[in-house]
């Protein structure tokens, strides 16, 4: 037996354990420091009463002999894709309910696309970048190219047309940077791909917290896009449901290569190694479109946005260069003073008792950058940014 030697080759990482061991050091030197945590990727706010009563409504379903579940559809019940494709309806795209497969989550289709794509393809990943990416693709041995986010392009590469790739990642709002492609943008993008014979891999995750109507939510809001691009989204953030595991996965019946359409072997794989998520879980997903589910969840996305819209103002009044914060979670920040990412970590922690993330740790472009984000709470993101502007004259 040999193992798969690609697994080797993936770098550690030790970003949140050297974040946790560098916050756990200072406390204990500094026992009475309320330190507050501007790093967290996660939600906060619990899941919105329209998800618990579906919740608790399919459950009780499961313990009648009537109304139990067995085994469902693998690619998701008809109630939650048509859902989704009505969703899509509403931004313009249409959709069948065939072209969607419901999964536990982004994260994951975002690595088992991968089973249907050679190992000889070469990937184009934007750096810095979610590090789900690059892994992936590592642990498939496939050859990778990055391509530069940076202060000049404001975060958001365009085509090189001298780079030949086959797989392309594109996410927006992005996620470390925060930065969003428009309309004219993503056409670029998609014309690489169509002249080109490469797919892009759209992760939209966080596609609920653009504010401006003329950028684009999807990438089939894109002319053409649906022959060559493969979407991925999910509930976790758009609805809280990073621990209750919701997403899914859009494959256009027009994707085709070779002769082959793409949804054809993504259903092949699916059914083949992937049993479906459980039927209580997307009846609380189904809820998310329900009237009061979208009023309920969009209260909470408007709450992280006011978070996000206090960070940034904060930032320009000190005069701190950034990208996101308008259309995204996420705020990228160019370190004060020419700091390097770990050294604003620990003057923050220092000075302020504020937690960030270092960009050095999603990619050699991350470094001398920072990522704040806006899920925490009204109080601790205002006091924060007190702390924020008082430290920011100490530079
Ligand atoms: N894509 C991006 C860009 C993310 O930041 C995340 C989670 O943080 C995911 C995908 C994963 O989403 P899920 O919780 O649906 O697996």
Request: hydrophobic share 35%; glycine share 8%.
């Amino acid at each position: 037996m040999k193992i798969n030697e690609n697994y080797l080759k993936l770098k550690e990482s030790y970003l949140f354990s050297d974040i946790s061991k560098k916050v756990g050091a200072f406390s204990e030197k500094n026992p009475d420091a309320k330190i507050i945590r501007l790093g967290i990727g996660d939600v906060t706010l619990p899941l919105v009463p329209a998800v618990t009563a579906a919740l608790e409504a399919a459950s009780r379903e499961m313990g009648q002999k009537e109304t139990f579940h067995g085994y469902g559809p693998e690619q998701g019940y008809g109630f939650l894709k048509d859902a989704i494709r009505d969703y899509y309806g509403e931004k313009g795209v249409e959709l069948s309910s065939d072209e969607i497969f419901v999964s536990d989550g982004a994260k994951s289709d975002l690595g088992n696309i991968l089973d249907i794509f050679s190992t000889d393809n070469t990937v184009l990943i934007p750096d810095p970048v979610y590090p789900v990416y690059v892994d992936t693709n590592t642990m498939a041995g496939r050859n990778i190219i990055y391509q530069n986010a940076c202060e000049e392009n404001g975060f958001l590469p365009m085509p090189d047309r001298s780079v030949k790739a086959d797989i392309i990642y594109i996410c927006s709002p992005n996620n470390p940077t925060g930065a969003v492609y428009d309309k004219a943008q993503l056409k670029e993008w998609v014309d690489y791909a169509l002249d080109f014979g490469a797919i892009i891999l759209f992760d939209s995750a966080y596609e609920s917290f653009v504010r401006e109507e003329a950028l684009p939510t999807s990438i089939y809001q894109i002319e053409s896009a649906k022959k060559c691009a493969i979407e991925f989204c999910s509930f976790s953030k758009t609805a809280g449901f990073t621990g209750t595991r919701c997403g899914y996965t859009v494959v256009p019946d027009e994707l085709e290569f070779d002769g082959v359409k793409l949804g054809r072997l993504w259903l092949r794989r699916q059914t083949t190694k992937f049993n479906g998520v459980p039927y209580v879980i997307q009846r609380g997903a189904a809820a998310v479109f329900t009237p009061e589910g979208r009023s309920q969840i969009k209260a909470n996305i408007d709450y992280y946005m006011e978070n996000a819209k206090i960070v940034s103002e904060t930032l320009d009044k000190v005069g701190i260069w950034h990208t996101g914060g308008k259309n995204s979670p996420y705020i990228w920040l160019k370190c004060p003073g020419g700091m390097k990412s770990w050294e604003y970590f620990d003057f923050l922690l220092a000075k302020a008792h504020v937690v960030g993330t270092p960009g050095e740790g999603f990619g050699v472009n991350g470094e001398g950058f920072f990522r704040l984000t806006a899920f925490n709470s009204r109080e601790n993101v205002e006091e924060a940014v007190d702390r924020i502007i008082k430290a920011s004259d100490m530079i």
